[in-house]
């Protein structure tokens, strides 16, 4: 009599696992589903896509990392590709969906591999291989670029809004972002530092995207406390205070007891004594115009607007952080050492209506460190997708600003690249040779995409595209209105270098990651807690 094998249980009930290639092509599948998702957003035709949340909320974009975002991807495979299109974003600010796109079409090709029995941690090997020499021939083809090619710089920022709700007017964006960027800029030991940070993008609907304007200080969204105060301040001498201007209330409860009419008079005059004194410290100090990160008490006011400082109160933070880089004030925390040398200048602080609000400009300062961009929109959502098409134009020029290298858009690059990296397959033996390869192969999805979304035939494309390389046109690239092969740098079509090498090697390392994984173990979900009652487990009261 033979003894059965009893089964052993070593993961909780209800766990999942797939294993082999299984899990491999599982994960493979779910990678590429997301970049076809996005796929059809690339490029100056790509279209939009309406994502319509749980509370019907709608947002109308092309913006790969927003449409990933509001998408709220579960699979873990997949996340790890919007990972890609989040770092592309904080690196750089634009080229998402050109890193997810790479990144898909690198798993397709490694999935042609593994049919061909080609083991994962070659096809890793080979793809490490591939994004090195990648980098290195993406360096040697870019040009440079300073801060004094304003006409390259701005060609940039157009090329970033192509193809974006913002397209109609990129002449006069890309020219105020050019003018932001410039403004915050440092210079320290021949580097250029920029922290877009200190680009504020104030959006208000109402009006064309025509009448967006760059203010050389800040916009706050707050108007002045008191109707008696002055509209307009020339010449302002600004106090930053992030105390309250009002009687502090004590710690801790006090019981004050008052047996005469005359105590309570007395004591309401103090507080009023209080007050004017506070005002009376201000107008000392030579402010005329104060922010005040927190409350401005009623009587307070009143001794501000007969004094004609002009207040705003409840400031954010981050706006009184950017009011002192502005105007080179500092935020004075006690009012009693509140002193000239704190105030911050300013040409002229005004309250202005901007559609239907009032709004705080603090503008004219000399050599602002923060500045405001107000982009304007004829509706909410054309005014939400003109911001991300700024943000993408001042991510560009910044990272050309720091980095200082620049490449040829339309797909120029990427022929380029994957001619270089076919040359270099031929000088490896062994099977990493077919992943190098293939990783060649896969650049060619960026002009490829470029010419589908245009509604143009991809083959022929690409062919004219390889044929003009082969003749040493490196900037060759697709001109997706005509059809045609074009000088991409001469049609002003010019992009950073970092967008390339951020995306070719965020999706090389997801790709040799999501290659090694042959096992993929999904615990047991754990079991919800009946209606009303406690967790199984948690004991309760005893039955008598």
Not at 528 to 543: C, D, F, S
Request: charged share 25%; glycine share 8%.
């Amino acid at each position: 009599m033979t003894d059965k094998m009893q089964p052993i249980f070593i993961m909780p009930e209800g766990s999942q696992r797939n294993s082999g290639k299984t899990a491999q092509r599982n994960n493979i599948m779910a990678a590429r589903l997301v970049a076809e998702t996005i796929r059809t957003t690339l490029g100056p035709k790509g279209m939009d896509k309406m994502l319509v949340d749980s509370m019907n909320d709608v947002i109308v974009t092309n913006d790969g990392v927003t449409i990933l975002n509001e998408m709220n991807i579960e699979h873990p495979a997949a996340k790890m590709i919007v990972e890609i299109a989040k770092t592309q974003e904080s690196e750089v600010g634009d080229g998402t969906t050109t890193a997810v796109v790479i990144a898909g079409e690198l798993m397709k090709k490694a999935e042609q591999l593994l049919d061909l029995e080609i083991h994962p941690t070659v096809i890793a090997k080979g793809y490490r291989l591939a994004a090195e020499k990648a980098l290195q021939i993406l360096n040697n083809m870019s040009e440079t670029v300073t801060d004094n090619d304003d006409d390259v710089l701005k060609n940039i920022a157009m090329t970033a809004m192509t193809g974006k709700g913002a397209e109609s007017s990129k002449e006069l964006l890309s020219g105020l972002i050019i003018k932001a960027v410039k403004s915050i800029s440092e210079k320290e030991d021949n580097k250029i530092l920029i922290d877009i940070e200190n680009i504020k993008l104030e959006k208000k609907t109402g009006g064309s995207i025509e009448k967006s304007e760059l203010i050389n200080g800040v916009v706050v969204d707050k108007e002045k406390v008191h109707s008696g105060m002055p509209r307009v301040v020339k010449n302002a001498k600004i106090a930053l205070i992030d105390s309250a201007i009002e009687i502090k209330s004590t710690e801790i409860d006090a019981k004050i007891q008052i047996n005469d009419p005359m105590q309570m008079q007395a004591f309401l005059e103090q507080e009023e004594r209080m007050l004017k004194n506070m005002v009376d410290k201000i107008k000392a100090s030579g402010a005329n115009v104060i922010f005040c990160q927190k409350g401005v008490d009623d009587m307070a006011q009143h001794f501000l607007a007969k004094a004609g400082i002009f207040a705003v109160r409840r400031v954010k933070k981050s706006d009184m952080n950017a009011l002192a880089k502005s105007t080179n004030g500092k935020i004075v925390t006690n009012l009693d050492d509140l002193n000239l040398e704190d105030l911050g200048n300013a040409g002229v602080v005004e309250e202005k209506k901007v559609g239907d609000e009032e709004m705080t400009y603090v503008k004219d300062c000399l050599n602002p460190k923060s500045v405001t961009l107000l982009l304007r929109g004829s509706t909410e959502h054309i005014t939400d997708e003109v911001k991300r098409a700024v943000e993408d134009g001042i991510g560009d020029v910044a990272s050309a600003l720091k980095d200082g290298g620049i490449v040829a858009g339309a797909g120029a690059p990427e022929v380029e690249l994957a001619k270089e990296l076919r040359k270099y397959s031929d000088s490896l033996i062994g099977r990493e040779q077919l992943a190098v390869n293939s990783f060649a192969d896969a650049m060619e999805v960026i002009p490829r995409t470029l010419a589908e979304n245009a509604g143009l035939d991809p083959i022929d494309v690409l062919t004219e595209l390889k044929s003009a390389h082969d003749q040493g046109q490196k900037w060759a690239g697709i001109d997706v209105f005509s059809g045609k092969v074009i000088d991409a740098w001469q049609n002003k079509i010019i992009e950073p270098l970092k967008i390339k090498t951020q995306a070719i090697s965020s999706a090389s390392e997801v790709a040799q990651m999501i290659l090694r994984i042959d096992d993929v173990i999904a615990s047991g979900k754990q079991p919800e807690p009946p209606q009303g009652g406690m967790p199984p487990g948690m004991g309760g009261m005893p039955m008598m």
